[in-house]
């Protein structure tokens, strides 16, 4: 078996009495998009950086494919860094700033030229080399980190927030270009957000992370559908939450459980006893006047929820509503036949499918 | 801001006044002077300026003891300001108060404990022939008078370039040094090409002063009895100012020699800063905490530093108290004689009456000028405003040296007889000079102050009712007072020891301000050097007193006084 | 800010309105102050006047003629100062030919007790410019203790700082600046002849450690234990000596190559206070004034003892007198003002350009013979007068053309330098003719 690219082995950080990070374990694969996400102060920048060396752990190991290199020194261990900030060197060129790693590595004079000028196309800014960083727009400062990270061909490229300087348009666009980035090589990417559309969209496999902890590891989709606790449903995407009760204990999988709104059909994420919170998206809430229920109608779950306050946004209906006391969010999609049947103020029928129906453990790990 | 367009124009006005009739009309007069005699305009004594051997062993000499002084300066400050801005290590902050206390006393008046130390029958002579290191007396300072002179410069103006450095330190990104390390280089090669390159305009800025300085230091060649600098040179020649036109060329030489290194250390800076306020401090430095091991060499290394650095400053205090001081280890006897003639005798009475007088009035001046100019920078939209800061910022360039020697020269012969002829009483022009000098440090005090202030404050105010000059004097002093004071302390601080000046201008006793009584004093044949010594002790404290207070005031950010660009 | 004019005590408040004298002079401090206070009560005592004086301190001598030429030149009436005060004869000379003093007539009434000569030398003018106040003598002061620890032998006369063991232990002031340090080397040149002199002079210069600037250097140095001797006028080294004690240092006149030279006042031309001035000139010459120079601290409010000889011989019988009087000493060698005089500036130009601009190479080429065993032609190169008496006399008559100066100081540099370095090699014996 191929060792893993990065293999983080039981780290733990503290600064003072913070705990940045709490005995955190995680395998990565060579070649793949990796994030690490979660809200400012979850750890994942320590992590990061303690993963380029410029922080030190307090405990634990991390092997670059199989090799430990907790005690080497920054500059040793070839994995660049997309710094959140950009820190191109204000007093080197374009071209300077990206041959950086390329002269300490003791390259030659033409053959930095040239793999500078194939970096330089790789994020289409040729003939931009003789400028300074101060003359170029966010995008193309962004653009010229990445390639003054690529230039090197490494075998992991790390980036902190990297996209978190730039406006929004921008950001969309660098998103799609840092996949196409990574889909056009075999490097392994470890890439720092806080922001769970960049997560969601771009990831292989993700980290959740708070506290210092990974509360959650898997694909996106795993991730936001089956998420394995509260922390990850509510961070990943909106998620409409009410706590269960019930005697005795559930298996993972399919189950029935009395909720509110009657016996329902629903999807365990994990074994569960006595206590249970529900997790439905606003998005798989559907009304039952636009959207007829799937055959058989007895396995969708029903409900009867009053509007209580309805907003058109673009091309989706965001509705409050409320049923058996309990606050529910849906999203609809805005056609003419549901703005006129979701008026404010009507009690209408509601279903939702079992198996977007999740059962998690009403705690966090 | 109409309302205030009319009293605004006569600041301007007034302001362009003083400085034009201080500072330009006196060097203009020295320019003039140099390229005429009485056959009218001759590039003669330009021309003939080095072709008096004299003239180019002293140029040679100034240019190689600023030179020296400067790496030296280097030397010292930059490992220093290299680890106190990356490293934490016990009792940090003392000892970085601590580094300022080499720049409360002007070098002239250390250097006569210097030279009692280091006399061939001085203290340290004697030490090494009581040990046996040496037979016969040891010649320090006679052999290489420039040695001392370097020494002497650099151990007080090193704090100056370890402030400059600091700043400019603290100021770099640290995510750019992060780079160059994740990027594959050493952290060698990160302090040289990353961290050096983003630091050298405050390394070039104080750089700059400390050669202008040492260029144009005057009193510590002449107490080591150094003649052959051109400073001394251009002092001698002030006797000469009315009939030899060789001092006025000397000191045009001085002026574009200054002028030139201002204007290349500025350049240099300016060629950086553009491009060095690339995106905000992302991460907090996090400084290297020391390992007790580190921690004791770091103690040892500055302790060591300090010792020597306060080393001219003691032996001032030692022979303030002493009585014969001559092939002995220790003085034979102890006095506080001294100590008390150097405040009850009429030269010492006086001349600290004149200082503190003269310094107050310089300090209003400046205080005033000062908030008027950047208030005038900051907040007007007035044409020409920038050319009112770079007027202000000229002496800077322009040694202390040559002012005084255009004065005499100017109003000596103009206003001959009247209160501004330095010859007949040099009070006003004594005032105006330590104003000129200091000026620009005041600038950017109020500079630096208005700059934090938030416009929307004063918008704020605007907005509930309050009138332009009620804003003035409601929100905007207030709120700049801590800066204002600070830079009012140090320019009162550096005028009493302003040196110059004071010897060039003040021709009769009555006038002597502080540095020139301490000069007299050191003539005098009986135990002049002990009460001169007693006098420079009674200075260290006062200035002693101010830096501790101006450094309370402003903390780190104290350093943004003595940056050139 | 008011100015603080000079404290005196005044005991007795005068009618009259403060008066400013004003005195350009080389004298330290002590001895302005002295006569500051002492004027001021005789003033009030005698005439019920009041005045204060103030003291124009330029530096030495040599600063004090500049800046009164300079003065004159950039107010051709008046230099608006009333008198200069001490610097020797010879400047006074000088001032004379230039017309910035103006003699006094009648003349001061104190003359009729002061002789017009001492020991060969013009006390007094008879045409009333100038009157000696203080006389002078000029010797080698040395440090005892130093010269025991270093094993050399206690100087006797000018010829014995030349010496090669003395290198680097002899001190000088500048003579430029000094008057009395110019005295020094005057004197030797005429006890001497000139090229004699010369020759001892540039030896002497060659063993000096550093040049200081003002008369007070080699006092203060010797004191200090700086260097071991050197020549100064006898008021400081007499001072020097009642500061630190005899059984440390010692003062010697070389016998039969000194002089006794008055040290004069004069009024300058459009003083703007002439009454006053001949009042102060009437005072420096009265036997109250003239005790001032040697009295001792702590008798008739005196602070400092001022070590000086008086003009007027009947003083030398009072308890606290110097004990050498001059009056009584035989004319040994008869100092001849006129020409020191004449050739003051030149003189000073000339030291200047070939011993002490050029200091650094001299004492190299000085080390260097001596290394290679003192050999009498190499030692003869080095001294050799670089002009004769005659030419040096003729040139002075031309010293005011400023360019003629500065160029003939530009070559002698020029000149001096090349000598200094061919004198780091062997030079070969010239043919004996």
Redesign the interface.
């Known amino acids: 078996m191929t060792p893993h690219a990065i293999s983080v082995q039981n780290l733990s950080r503290r600064f003072g009495t913070v705990v940045a990070l709490d005995n955190v374990s995680l395998d990565i694969q060579a070649g793949e998009l990796f994030f690490l996400l979660g809200p400012s102060g979850c750890g994942k920048t320590t992590l990061l950086r303690i993963l380029a060396g410029l922080e030190k752990a307090d405990s634990g190991r991390i092997l670059f494919e199989g090799h430990d290199i907790a005690n080497r020194p920054p500059h040793e261990r070839g994995a660049p860094m997309v710094f959140q900030n950009y820190a191109l060197w204000p007093h080197l060129t374009v071209a300077e700033n990206i041959a950086f790693g390329l002269v300490e590595r003791r390259i030659s004079r033409s053959e930095i030229t040239r793999r500078v000028q194939e970096a330089l196309a790789l994020v289409e800014l040729k003939g931009l080399g003789d400028r300074r960083p101060g003359q170029l727009s966010g995008g193309q400062q962004q653009r010229v980190v990445l390639a003054r990270a690529l230039v090197l061909n490494p075998r992991i490229v790390l980036l902190d927030e990297p996209l978190s300087n730039l406006d929004a348009k921008l950001r969309h666009e660098m998103r799609e270009e840092i996949g196409a980035l990574h889909a056009r090589t075999d490097i392994t990417f470890v890439y720092v957000t806080h922001d769970q559309t960049e997560a969601l969209s771009l990831a292989d496999r993700m980290a959740v992370m708070s506290n210092g902890r990974i509360l959650g590891l898997g694909t996106p989709a795993d991730l936001y559908h089956r998420p394995p606790n509260p922390f990850c449903a509510s961070f990943l995407g909106e998620a409409n939450l009410f706590p269960l009760r019930f005697d005795g204990s559930l298996p993972s999988g399919p189950v029935v459980i009395s909720t509110p709104f009657g016996s329902w059909y629903a999807t365990a994420v994990a074994p569960l006893s006595r206590t249970a919170l529900c997790m439905i998206r606003p998005e798989h809430l559907r009304p039952e006047e636009v959207e007829s229920p799937p055959q058989p109608a007895g396995r969708a779950n029903r409900l009867e929820a009053r509007i209580v306050h309805s907003r058109m946004m673009g091309s989706l209906l965001f509705l409050q509503m409320e049923a058996a006391e309990i606050r529910l969010h849906a999203v609809v999609l805005n056609r003419p036949e549901a703005v006129r049947a979701l008026q404010t103020g009507r009690t209408l029928p509601w279903f939702v499918s079992p198996d977007e129906t999740i059962l998690l453990p009403d705690h966090t790990p | 801001m109409n309302r205030l367009r009319l009293p605004v124009q006569l600041l301007v006005l007034a302001t362009v006044a003083y400085l034009g009739f201080f500072l330009i009309w006196p060097l203009a007069h020295v320019f003039e002077n140099a390229f005429r005699d009485p056959r009218g305009f001759t590039p003669f004594y330009i021309v003939n300026l080095f072709r008096n051997p004299a003239v180019r062993e002293a140029a040679r000499n100034s240019f190689l003891l600023a030179l020296l002084v400067t790496l030296l300066t280097t030397a010292i400050a930059l490992p220093l300001a290299w680890l106190f801005s990356r490293h934490t290590f016990p009792g940090k902050t003392p000892l970085s108060a601590a580094l300022l206390l080499p720049m409360i006393l002007p070098p002239f008046v250390s250097a006569v404990g210097m030279k009692i130390l280091f006399a061939r029958a001085g203290a340290i002579s004697t030490l090494l022939m009581r040990l046996g290191l040496a037979n016969q007396p040891v010649d320090w300072f006679g052999a290489q008078p420039l040695l001392g002179i370097v020494v002497l410069e650099s151990l007080h103006l090193f704090p100056i370039l370890f402030l400059n450095l600091s700043a400019a330190l603290a100021n770099i990104d640290p995510s750019l040094e992060e780079a160059a390390l994740n990027l594959g280089a050493t952290p060698g090669r990160v302090f040289r090409r990353v961290t050096l390159p983003l630091a050298a305009p405050g390394l070039f800025a104080g750089m700059t002063l400390v050669f202008v300085w040492s260029f144009t230091e005057l009193g510590t060649p002449l107490v080591f009895g150094v003649r052959r600098v051109l400073p001394v040179l251009i002092y001698d020649g002030v006797a000469e100012i009315g009939s030899n036109p060789a001092a006025y060329a000397q000191v045009v030489f001085v002026l574009l020699v200054a002028a030139l290194g201002f204007w290349i250390g500025k350049y240099a800076t300016n060629r950086h800063r553009q491009v060095a306020t690339l995106g905000r401090l992302s991460v907090s430095r996090t400084e290297v905490s020391l390992s007790p091991l580190g921690s004791i060499l770091a103690w040892l290394a500055l302790a060591t530093l300090l010792f020597v650095a306060v080393l001219p400053h003691l032996s001032i205090l030692f022979l303030a108290v002493s009585r014969r001081w001559f092939l002995t280890v220790l003085p034979e006897s102890w006095t506080l004689a001294f100590i008390r003639q150097a405040l009850d005798s009429d030269l010492t009475r006086a001349a600290l009456v004149n200082s503190l007088g003269l310094s107050l009035a310089a300090t209003f001046l400046d205080a005033a000028l000062g908030f008027s100019i950047a208030w005038i920078c900051l907040r007007t939209r007035l044409w020409g405003r920038d050319a009112l800061d770079a007027l202000a910022m000229i002496p800077l360039a322009v040694p202390g040296l040559v002012v005084a020697f255009g004065y005499l020269g100017a109003f000596g012969s103009v206003f001959r007889g009247s209160l501004l002829d330095p010859r007949h009483n040099p009070y006003i022009l004594l005032a105006a000079g330590y104003s000129i000098r200091r000026l620009p440090y005041m600038v950017r005090a109020a500079h630096a102050g208005l700059e934090q202030v938030s416009l929307t404050y004063e918008e704020a105010a605007a907005n509930l009712g309050a009138s332009p000059w009620r804003i003035v004097q409601r929100i905007t002093l207030p709120l700049l007072s801590a800066n204002l004071l600070a830079g009012a302390i140090l320019c009162f601080a550096f005028s009493m020891l302003e040196v110059s000046d004071s010897l060039i201008l003040a021709q009769a006793e009555r006038f002597y301000p502080l540095t020139k009584a301490i000069y007299t004093l050191m003539d005098a044949l009986e135990n002049g050097v002990n009460v001169a010594a007693a006098l420079g002790a009674w200075a260290m404290l006062l200035l002693g007193a101010a830096l501790l207070w101006a450094t309370a005031l402003l903390g780190r950010r104290i350093g943004q006084m003595f940056r050139t660009g | 800010?008011m100015?603080?004019?000079?404290?005196e005590p005044s005991p007795t408040l005068p009618s009259g309105p403060v008066e400013t004298l004003r005195i350009l002079s080389p004298h330290?401090?002590?001895v302005?102050?002295e006569y500051s206070r002492a004027f001021a009560n005789w003033l009030r005592q005698n005439y019920r006047r009041s005045a204060s004086v103030?003291?124009?301190?330029?530096?030495g001598t040599?600063?004090?003629l500049?800046?009164i030429?300079?003065?004159f030149?950039?107010?051709p009436d008046s230099a608006?100062v009333d008198l200069m005060f001490g610097g020797g004869i010879d400047p006074y000379l000088a001032a004379v030919r230039m017309n910035w003093i103006e003699p006094l007539s009648p003349l001061p009434e104190a003359l009729a007790d002061i002789p017009p000569q001492v020991a060969g030398s013009p006390v007094w003018d008879s045409a009333g410019h100038w009157f000696g106040v203080a006389l002078s003598s000029f010797g080698i002061l040395y440090n005892r203790?130093?010269l025991e620890?270093?094993g050399l032998p206690e100087p006797r006369e000018w010829a014995d700082l030349a010496r090669p063991e003395y290198r680097?232990w002899i001190g000088s002031g500048?003579p430029r600046?000094s008057g009395s340090v110019h005295m020094c080397y005057e004197i030797i040149l005429q006890a001497l002849g000139f090229e004699d002199g010369w020759r001892l002079i540039s030896r002497l210069c060659a063993n000096v450690?550093?040049?200081?600037?003002?008369g007070?250097?080699v006092?203060?140095e010797v004191?200090?234990?700086?260097?071991a001797a050197g020549m100064v006028i006898d008021q400081?080294g007499q001072?020097?000596i009642?500061?630190?004690g005899d059984n440390?240092l010692a003062l010697v006149l070389p016998a039969r190559q000194t002089v006794v030279n008055a040290d004069p006042i004069a009024q300058l031309r459009g003083a703007p206070q002439r009454d006053l001035a001949r009042l102060f000139i009437e005072f420096v010459l009265s036997p109250e004034g003239q005790r001032l120079l040697f009295q001792p601290a702590g008798v008739n409010g005196q602070r400092?003892t001022l070590h000086r000889m008086p003009v007027r011989p009947e003083l030398y019988d009072e308890p606290n007198a110097p004990a050498v009087n001059p009056y009584t000493m035989p004319a040994t060698l008869l100092y001849n003002s006129l020409k020191g005089s004449k050739r003051w500036n030149i003189l000073n130009d000339l030291l200047?350009?070939w011993l002490l601009?050029?200091h650094a190479g001299l004492r190299r080429a000085w080390e260097a013979i001596i290394q290679r065993g003192l050999l009498p032609h190499e030692v003869s190169l080095l001294t050799d007068p670089p002009i004769s008496e005659e030419k040096l006399l003729d040139l002075a008559e031309q010293w005011n053309n400023?360019?003629l100066r500065?160029?003939t100081?530009?070559r002698w540099?020029?000149d001096a330098?090349h000598r200094y370095r061919s004198l780091l090699h062997p030079q070969p014996e010239p043919p004996r003719p």
């Open positions: 800010m100015c603080r004019s000079a404290r330290r401090r002590e302005r102050l103030i003291w124009l301190d330029v530096g040599s600063k004090m500049k800046e030429e300079s003065r030149q950039a107010n608006g203790p130093l620890r270093l680097s500048d600046s450690r550093s040049f200081g600037e003002s007070g250097t006092p203060r004191a200090a234990g700086d260097i400081y001072t020097v009642a500061a630190v440390r400092f200047g350009a601009d050029a400023p360019r500065q160029e100081i530009a540099s020029r330098d």
